[in-house]
């Protein structure tokens, strides 16, 4: 006797028709194949149907798929696997609260958390003024972390952004690369620019570095200075040594915000416990302000393959 089959219908009225499907229908496919439910679009209503486990899994997704494309935020199938693995979220059950949503009005873009975890990310950025977000390559901790400089330099709660990272990566040494300094540290900067590329008007972007609303420099430039009212964030910050990292949280002046972003299976420094970032995370966790969150290859936003490289490294280091 075959299973019953179960038939629910969703109202899509109010959602982009094309994000929500997906090029050649990509996103409505890839929720089939996650919750072996059949799905098909019809006007305004997505109808679901399958056995009952499939069909409740699917309205579960489908309802976070209608509610982005409401949003007319951008969403792939890679997005749509993302939400099958996550499950339902808790809460408001939409992910688009302030803390986990930035808007950003001169490229017209809005930023929001794609997984659970960049949400409780995110929300830790709006509710401590240091924050440490350990986690692999791919999961957003910079890029994050820059959205929430960015939305605040806009909205005048810091005066300026600046930038940091340790120019020890890759064990290259500065003296041998060519040109001067700035030709020299340019490259391990180069992610910074990027993400506030993203973010920003290149012309605003620009101006800003001239005016040094905006710095974006090697974290050995930080020394002996004071930031106020900032917004401070340290990227690549395994490779910072514990001197280095004592000295960048030392900078903290008043009205300033500090993210710290690194990732433990990258540290380039001869000794791991070289790493200021494995101390930090040894000593400071349980003051108040300071918060640490640890996000994991289910948060990965790159090309879904960069999830299962992830893994598959991390099973092979504790072979």
């Known amino acids: ?10 109202s899509t009225e109010g959602a982009d028709m094309l994000t929500l499907a997906g090029v050649n229908d990509e996103n409505l496919v890839e929720l089939a194949k996650q919750t072996g439910a059949k ?12 056995n009952a486990e499939s069909v409740a899994r699917a309205i579960t997704i ?48 809005i930023i929001q958390a794609k997984t659970a975890g960049q949400a409780e990310y995110m929300k830790l950025m709006a509710e401590n003024d240091i924050v440490v977000g350990i986690g692999p390559a791919g999961t957003g901790k910079t890029y994050l972390a820059v959205a929430a400089a960015v939305d605040a330099l806009a909205r005048k709660r810091v005066r300026r952004i600046v930038l940091a990272r340790p120019a020890v ?4 040494n500065l003296g041998f690369l060519p040109g001067d300094m700035q030709a020299k540290v340019d490259p391990y900067l180069r992610p910074l620019y990027d993400a506030l590329e993203d973010m920003m008007p290149q012309e605003r972007v620009q101006k800003a570095l001239e005016t040094r609303t905006i710095e974006i420099a090697p974290l050995a430039y930080m020394r002996g ?5 900032a917004f401070v964030i340290l990227d690549e910050a395994q490779n910072a040594t514990t001197a280095q990292m004592k000295m960048f949280l030392t900078r903290l002046g008043v009205n300033s915000k500090a993210v710290i972003t690194g990732d433990k299976t990258q540290i380039d420094l001869p000794s791991r416990e070289d790493s200021g970032l494995v101390q930090i995370e040894r000593i400071l966790p349980g003051i108040e302000g300071i918060g640490f ?17 992830i893994k598959a490294y991390a099973a092979d280091s504790g072979a």
């Open 225 to 229: 200075r004071t930031l106020a009212d």
């Open 62 to 109: 489908a309802q976070r798929m209608i509610d982005t494309a409401k949003q007319q935020m951008p969403m792939t199938a890679d997005d749509v696997l993302r939400m099958s693995i996550e499950g339902p979220r808790e809460g408001n059950g939409n992910g688009h609260d302030s803390e986990t949503r930035i808007v950003l009005p001169g490229v017209r873009k």
């Open 293 to 309: 969150y640890y996000l994991t290859d289910a948060d990965v936003v790159r090309h879904r393959l960069v999830r299962e490289i």
């Open 169 to 172: 990566e890759a064990g290259e």
């Open 39 to 50: 799905i098909a679009l019809r006007g305004e209503t997505l109808a679901i149907s399958g």
């Open 1 to 10: 006797m075959s299973e019953e089959t179960t038939i629910q219908r969703l």
